[in-house]
């Protein structure tokens, strides 16, 4: 069960534009046994944040990050400044729930 989904600011310029944003996802979660019904294994409270750009200014098109997205350094020119932010925040929201899915995935194996 997904607990909350949220997004804060977590860095400003001196004019007051958001440079990033941080998401963070909190799961609770129970892998349950059907016959005889047993509760296996439970996480309650798991916590992943992911930071994204949140203006022009603070994406660096060089870094890692941005080169294992899907946007090139020409789609940052040619976009306004509310489509990068939004494209930024869904590439930001995919790899949250991708990683998460990972984290779950890998603390499950290690119960078995």
């Known amino acids: 069960m997904v607990r909350s989904f949220d997004s804060?600011?977590?860095?400003?310029?001196?004019?007051?534009?958001?440079?990033?944003?941080?998401?963070?996802?909190?799961?609770?979660?129970?892998?349950?046994?059907?016959?005889?019904?047993?509760?296996?294994?439970?996480?309650?409270g798991a916590r992943l944040a992911e930071v994204h750009s949140g203006s022009r200014g603070?994406?660096?098109?060089s870094s890692s990050g941005f080169k294992s997205g899907t946007l090139n350094p020409g789609d940052v020119r040619r976009m306004t400044d509310?489509?990068?932010?939004?494209?930024?925040?869904?590439?930001?929201?995919?790899?949250?729930?991708?990683?998460?899915s990972r984290e779950l995935h890998q603390r499950l194996m290690e119960l078995f």
């Open 82 to 100: 509310i489509q990068l932010t939004e494209t930024l925040k869904q590439e930001a929201r995919e790899r949250l729930v991708e990683k998460f």
């Open 58 to 61: 603070a994406v660096v098109t």
């Open 8 to 44: 804060r600011v977590v860095a400003v310029n001196r004019e007051d534009e958001v440079l990033q944003f941080e998401m963070a996802l909190v799961v609770d979660m129970n892998l349950r046994r059907r016959s005889p019904d047993e509760l296996l294994w439970r996480t309650q």
